[in-house]
């Protein structure tokens, strides 16, 4: 194995510790609890979150990710939610990985993983935008397959 394809290995193998590090850690966006709350909450015609909009109507935008996020905090509370969020985003990135071998090599793949850990890291919160990126990469590494 040439020293290029090894130095390319083990920096895809740092950028998925870093991805991994980037996403553990505290919940610090009072959003995802505004999520939990709306999947708690009974299907209702007024608005759940706010008592002075109580009889208006209101559209929730992500519904199933409410729910699941509801789920989640109920069997295991943040540390499932960040854990789960975590996974999602690794295989959204194992994917596009996969999908991106035949364009670059190794060390080119783990120099632009890096850039993306390095971009994620101020701006990585739980959120529906993590599903989404992984069904964006589903579509992609099936639709080009």
Request: neutral net charge.
């Amino acid at each position: 194995m040439s020293s290029k394809k090894s130095l390319g290995l083990v920096l895809v193998l740092f950028g998925f510790i870093l991805i991994t590090l980037t996403g553990i850690r505290t919940v610090s966006n009072p959003d995802l609890f505004t999520h939990i709350a709306l999947g708690q909450a009974s299907a209702s015609a007024g608005d759940p979150i706010s008592y002075t909009m109580a009889d208006q109507t209101w559209v929730d935008l992500n519904p199933l990710y409410n729910k699941t996020v509801a789920a989640l905090w109920s069997m295991g509370g943040a540390p499932l939610i960040t854990i789960v969020h975590v996974a999602v985003l690794l295989a959204a990135f194992i994917l596009m990985f996969r999908f991106g071998k035949e364009w670059g090599g190794t060390l080119s793949q783990a120099f632009s993983l890096l850039i993306c850990a390095w971009l994620l890291l101020p701006v990585f919160n739980p959120g529906p935008a993590a599903f989404a990126l992984l069904f964006t990469a589903l579509f992609v590494f099936y639709l080009l397959q």
